[in-house]
């Protein structure tokens, strides 16, 4: 089996910083891509930033410039870096990871991680 665990959010005042981190662990040979997303209250669940093998980087026009993805493959996790943060950036950010696994015969599936909560007071 595969787990997805988050780490790093909190509450944070306007203009602040946090890093989320996700490490995924259990049966993987490789991870090919990784995706942050977050959900507001009232809201439906949006991509916030994008990874792939390659270093492809893609992220929402609301977090350019503020946001950075970044992985660390010996470790298995993925990191969000958020700066400039405001009240529009609360939300559960959760991470997705698309792993290749062996069982039985190789496969592709998406996990995903159980949510961290960031709130940013004004």
């Known amino acids: 089996q595969v787990q997805l665990v988050e780490s790093g959010g909190g509450l944070v005042q306007a203009g602040g910083s946090l890093r989320l981190s996700c490490t995924a662990s259990g049966s993987i040979i490789s991870i090919n891509a990784w995706g942050w997303y977050r959900q507001a209250p009232g809201k439906q669940r949006e991509l916030v930033a994008t990874l792939d093998s390659s270093g492809t980087v893609h992220y929402a026009d609301a977090v350019k410039g503020r946001f950075t993805i970044s992985r660390d493959n010996a470790r298995n996790t993925a990191y969000l870096q958020m700066n400039s943060l405001n009240p529009e950036d609360t939300a559960v950010y959760y991470c997705?990871?698309?792993?290749?696994?062996?069982?039985?015969?190789?496969?592709?599936?998406?996990?995903w991680g159980q949510g961290t909560q960031v709130t940013v007071s004004s």
């Open positions: 997705n990871a698309n792993i290749r696994r062996y069982i039985g015969s190789y496969s592709n599936t998406n996990y």
